[in-house]
């Protein structure tokens, strides 16, 4: 009898349950999961659907209406476009500051700091592409502060976001620059901080300032709200402190 019980409730939960899809940029893909199972113990009947791609690519399928609900992009500037051009129904939202962190599956000498990538040993960096990828453009901005960017940049290899960034220097690349989010998943933490990787100085880039809006056009408003609001909670925070965002 209570099976059966059991049985019609999931039944019941299934027949109600609706879907959003959300727009995620590469650097979240590691945190966004957990994001996701946080959220279902409140709102266990809502289904999140996950695009990935790089912020700017993602911007341009939302405005050549691309059916998305919600937009978590890894800086200001594409949500705040969206918003100016009526795309966005809300303004956007600081959901998380990023971070940027070189890498490496070898060990390495950090300690002689960004100036050692100009060695003839390291022959490939992966880096984001910075037209599309915000981590690409601080990893460009922070190479020029460093005042190394013309002696190391005919050795990029260029990454559609920064998720494949991390791709390529699992597989391909002497060394490359990711974002610091993706050091905390499970299949990265075997690498160590100061022998596979370190922070790079804040100084160096502007703040990634992340942003989050709901698509004006999105079929599921009251869904996309509730996990909108929910990424802004004490319980999304901490699972975003997890993964390595300030």
């Not at 209570?2 to 999931?10: D, G, N, V």
């Not at 408003?221 to 965002?245: L, S």
Request: hydrophobic share 45%; net charge positive.
């Amino acid at each position: 009898m209570l099976k059966k019980i059991f049985c019609f409730l999931l039944f019941a939960v299934f027949l109600n349950a609706s879907s959003i899809k959300v727009a995620v940029a590469a650097n979240v893909s590691f945190a966004i999961h957990d994001l996701i199972a946080a959220f279902h113990t409140k709102y266990p009947e809502v289904k999140v659907d996950v695009i990935l791609g790089s912020s700017g690519k993602l911007n341009a399928q939302i405005k050549n209406g691309a059916p998305f609900d919600i937009f978590m992009s890894a800086n200001m500037k594409y949500p705040q476009d969206l918003y100016k051009n009526g795309f966005a129904l809300n303004p956007p939202r600081l959901y998380a500051l990023g971070g940027l962190a070189i890498f490496s599956t070898k060990k390495r000498d950090f300690l002689r700091g960004l100036s050692f990538l100009k060695q003839k040993s390291i022959s490939s960096i992966a880096i984001a592409n910075p037209k599309t990828a915000p981590y690409g453009k601080a990893t460009q901005e922070a190479l020029k502060n460093a005042k190394i960017y013309d002696e190391v940049k005919s050795k990029f290899v260029y990454a559609q976001s920064i998720s494949q960034a991390v791709q390529y220097i699992v597989s391909a690349t002497d060394i490359g620059f990711i974002a610091k989010s993706s050091l905390f998943s499970s299949k990265m933490k075997r690498f160590k901080r100061y022998i596979n990787w370190i922070e790079i100085d804040k100084k160096l880039y502007t703040p990634i300032k992340q942003g989050a809006m709901i698509i004006k056009n999105s079929k599921n408003i009251k869904e996309a709200k509730e996990f909108y609001d929910f990424i802004f909670t004490k319980n999304a925070k901490k699972v975003f402190k997890r993964y390595g965002y300030l």
